[in-house]
């Protein structure tokens, strides 16, 4: 059976009424902010390059701390009850520590900390991807299924596990198929490996990788197909490669957690037939007895992440703190809780991810 995208996957539903917050996703390129009002209303995008280097955290808690005093200055009738970050690299979502982000600059940042001292208000902290992967399960394309990947392909690649409907995240170190070895003796990555699979097959790769064997500047990915289809060998070349290797890495997934269905997101995604026909295929031919998933585009596109962020700091609103009141108990709260001893019990928190081990998710 030919695995091929679902263009007609689950359209998005909308956030609904619940506490106004403050979100802010800082992906690998761009920085993003919005306001989601308390009808569930997303206000204007507002977008910043994310800032590199050994201070980038510190400013983008200025930046935060700046955004919300505007917002408390011109928007009086907004009440702001939660902020959400999410960041790319690894995240320690427990402790609310950024702990790396080797295209970024920071190691071990108390972004949680910080962010909270600074802006006097609850902070949901967490990874980028995995806020993306709970946007697509609550609201966007996996509000059918309760086993399935969310690969963002961008600057780099990373993904969100979703198991049974909770989200895996293993001390933060749980989706980081952008780093799996694709091929031992490939470029170096940015992290100290060699031959992982962004260095091959990201947006950024793509490019660079034409660079590099054609000699010529190139703006990113998009033109390396548009070169691609016009014929140039070099191009197609590229193309094929990076095409190649994110089917053996989906393939190492596929294998392990036998995903539903696998959403893929970010600036390659828009590449449509021209990456998820290739790619099926490939699927095809690396796939033996496992099980196929459903090849789907995520349906949320750019914003995801955003809305995932939105999301948490809403949750964060609802859900009670830990013992020493530095984290909810559970960053993707359930829409229905089955324990082993009761019947279902409706949550007070968001749509979201089953936490125990019967949980079940209702539409």
């Known amino acids: 059976m030919s695995v091929r995208p679902d263009y007609e996957a689950l359209p998005p539903a909308p956030l609904g009424p619940g506490p106004a917050v403050l979100a802010l996703d800082v992906g690998g390129t761009t920085l993003k902010t919005t306001v989601v009002d308390s009808t569930g209303g997303v206000q204007k995008v507002e977008r910043l390059p994310t800032p590199r280097g050994p201070q980038a955290a510190e400013g983008i808690i200025d930046m935060l701390s700046g955004q919300l005093k505007r917002l408390r200055a011109t928007r009086k ?26 295209n970024l600059g920071w190691h071990d940042f108390p972004f949680r900390e910080r962010a909270q001292k600074a802006l006097r208000l609850p902070v949901a902290f967490g ?36 198991l049974d409907g909770t989200a895996l995240v293993a001390d933060g170190f749980a989706g980081e198929i952008g780093h799996s070895i694709v091929d031992p003796y490939g470029p170096a990555c940015a992290c100290g490996g ?24 190139i703006a990113g990915s998009r033109e390396v197909l548009e070169l691609a289809l016009a014929g140039d060998a070099t191009a197609q070349h590229v193309w094929t490669n990076a095409i190649d290797a994110l089917a053996i890495g989906l393939t190492q997934v596929i294998s392990l957690i036998a995903p539903e269905v696998i959403a893929i997101g970010g600036g390659l995604s828009q590449a449509g037939p021209q990456l998820f026909g290739p790619l099926g295929d490939a699927l095809d031919r690396h796939l033996s007895f496992q099980h196929r998933p459903r090849l789907v585009r995520a349906s949320l596109g750019a914003h995801a992440g955003l809305l995932g962020t939105a999301l948490a700091a809403r949750a964060l609103v609802r859900t009670e703190p830990t013992d020493d009141g530095s984290q909810t108990r559970n960053p993707f709260p359930p829409r229905y809780t089955v324990s082993e001893q009761s019947e279902p019990q409706v949550s007070s928190g968001a749509a979201g991810f089953a936490t125990s081990v019967r949980g079940e998710r209702h539409p």
């Open 194 to 217: 060699r031959g992982h699979l962004e260095t091959l097959s990201s947006a950024s790769a793509i490019a660079r990788s034409y660079g590099e064997l054609s000699g010529q500047t």
């Open 127 to 162: 990874h980028d991807v995995r806020a993306a992967g709970r946007a697509e399960y609550e609201l966007g394309s996996l509000r059918d299924c309760r086993n399935a990947v969310v690969v963002v392909i961008g600057t780099g690649i990373a993904s969100a596990v979703i």
């Open 77 to 102: 009738d907004l009440k702001l009850e939660a902020v959400g970050v999410s960041v790319a690299g690894l995240v320690d979502e427990g402790r609310g520590i950024g702990v790396m982000a080797s």
